[in-house]
């Protein structure tokens, strides 16, 4: 009988210890991260980064190109078409792209339409923020709609960028108006800020 209520008493202490929630560490500046992308897949790896990570060296035969075969955002670090290399960690900025000498441009609300190129035809129309974000390392458009989604492109030097949904970027083009109207092309959308005056 005793020896029943030691396994219990056992069992319910083993069950507590799972229960309690353990926060993950981040990656600390000057930390290595090892991510390789198999058979030419995307691969994410978890590595909490909060700030910015560089590749540190590569070890694949394939290219490995921020923004296209590899990159950083949401804790992780991601690679893709072949890149495996040493990834270091260089910043804790909250800012995933580590933006230590930014200038906000003033969020200015208008109005934006998400058009479908290959049908040629109008996805939505609706009220929305955009913000631009720039450094002397990237410039960052963000724009929430009215309804809550979110589009964010990135140029870091090498043309802007938009987070696709199936993970990874995909390249976008960029086209400004002046301060009244931005567009925005990547795959067969187009994406149309006015501002209202």
């Known amino acids: 009988m005793l020896f029943k209520s030691e396994l219990s008493l056992a069992f319910t202490i083993t069950l507590c210890m799972l229960a309690i929630p353990v926060s993950a560490a981040y990656a600390e500046p000057g930390e290595i991260v090892r991510c390789e992308s198999r058979h030419g897949n995307y691969t994410r790896c978890e590595s909490h980064t909060r700030g910015k990570a ?6 694949s035969n394939a290219s490995c190109r921020r923004g296209k075969s590899w990159g ?5 670090i991601w690679v893709d078409n072949g890149c495996r290399g040493f990834f270091k960690i260089v910043s804790r900025d909250d800012d995933y792209w580590g933006h230590d000498d930014e200038v906000d441009n003033k969020e200015r609300y208008g109005r934006c339409k998400l ?55 995909v390249k976008a083009r960029h086209r400004s ?18 501002n209202r005056n």
Do not use: P
């Open 115 to 169: 058009v479908d190129r290959d049908r040629d035809s109008v996805i939505f129309t609706q009220g929305c923020r955009m913000k631009q974000k720039s450094s002397s390392r990237v410039d960052k458009y963000v724009l929430k709609m009215d309804s809550g989604r979110k589009f964010v492109f990135k140029d870091t030097g090498d043309g802007y960028y938009i987070s696709s949904r199936e993970g990874g970027t």
């Open 72 to 76: 950083y955002e949401d804790g992780a």
């Open 177 to 194: 108006e002046g301060r009244s109207k931005n567009i925005f092309v990547w795959n067969n959308w187009r994406l149309v800020y006015e």
């Open 54 to 59: 560089e590749l540190d060296h590569k070890i």
